[in-house]
């Protein structure tokens, strides 16, 4: 064979290669990837004394948070990812300037904490949609607050909208997130879908047992 069409098929396999290293991070570097405001998929805005932190949570990170310890089959990762991958993931963490949960009981009254309470746990459906750059006006389809009480350092909502309710040409997506009772008003947030798309998946690799096909 021609030493140099050797050379060139050498080439093109370590470029093709270390392309797809690069697309698939472990859990922790993914972790740190989202949150480098310089990736496009964090943002964040603080009113009143209270930070709005608003992060993509990718369909691979909402896998690994579902899996245990136990090995883990090609065919079920695939299944999994069937089944989560139709839905765009973000999740919302409210915090307050000193770095505590927003929703604490001696931060309002009492009816104040109970209605908060009750719009953050049921009724966000009513306070948050979904725009982009095509019109299209999305509903969440899921939502949930993580139950801390009172030790973490933020309160946190798993916002989720279909990506079938999206038309195909759509270039960004922005979160409508209107004023809920913390006096702060509507905010706005807007991710450019092709950072979305550039997301490096998880290398599940060493969860995988082949055995277990």
């Given at each position: 064979?021609?030493?140099?069409?050797?050379?060139s098929?050498?080439?093109?396999a370590?470029?093709?290669?270390?392309?797809?290293?690069?697309?698939?991070?472990?859990?922790?570097?993914?972790?740190?990837y989202?949150?480098?405001?310089?990736?496009?998929?964090?943002?964040?805005e603080?009113?009143?004394?209270?930070s709005?932190?608003?992060t993509?949570r990718?369909?691979?990170l909402?896998?690994?948070?579902q899996?245990?310890?136990?090995a883990l089959?090609?065919?079920?990762?695939?299944?999994?990812r069937?089944?989560?991958?139709?839905?765009?993931?973000?999740?919302?963490?409210?915090?307050?300037?000193?770095?505590?949960?927003?929703?604490r009981?001696?931060?309002f009254s009492?009816?104040?904490?109970?209605?908060?309470?009750?719009?953050?746990?049921?009724?966000?459906?009513?306070?948050?949609?979904?725009?982009?750059?095509?019109d299209?006006?999305?509903?969440?389809?899921?939502?949930?607050?993580?139950?801390?009480?009172?030790?973490?350092?933020?309160?946190?909502?798993?916002l989720?909208?279909?990506?079938?309710d999206?038309?195909?040409?759509?270039?960004?997506?922005?979160?409508?997130?209107?004023e809920?009772?913390?006096?702060?008003?509507?905010?706005?947030?807007?991710?450019?879908?092709?950072?979305?798309?550039?997301?490096?998946?998880?290398?599940?690799?060493s969860?995988?047992?082949?055995?277990?096909?």
């Amino acid at each position: 064979m021609n030493k140099f069409f050797t050379y060139s098929l050498l080439v093109v396999a370590l470029i093709l290669f270390g392309n797809c290293s690069e697309s698939k991070l472990s859990t922790n570097d993914l972790i740190t990837y989202i949150s480098d405001f310089d990736n496009g998929l964090r943002k964040t805005e603080t009113i009143n004394g209270i930070s709005f932190d608003l992060t993509y949570r990718s369909t691979d990170l909402i896998i690994d948070s579902q899996l245990s310890s136990r090995a883990l089959s090609q065919t079920v990762l695939d299944t999994l990812r069937q089944h989560y991958g139709g839905y765009y993931y973000f999740v919302l963490s409210l915090s307050t300037h000193d770095n505590q949960e927003v929703l604490r009981p001696n931060q309002f009254s009492f009816n104040q904490y109970s209605e908060l309470v009750q719009r953050m746990s049921f009724r966000m459906h009513e306070y948050v949609t979904l725009v982009t750059s095509a019109d299209d006006s999305i509903f969440l389809s899921d939502y949930l607050l993580e139950n801390t009480y009172g030790l973490a350092s933020a309160n946190t909502i798993l916002l989720v909208f279909s990506k079938e309710d999206i038309t195909p040409d759509a270039t960004w997506v922005q979160i409508n997130l209107n004023e809920f009772g913390l006096g702060t008003g509507h905010l706005r947030f807007r991710f450019s879908l092709d950072e979305i798309r550039k997301c490096p998946s998880i290398d599940f690799s060493s969860k995988i047992s082949l055995s277990s096909e």
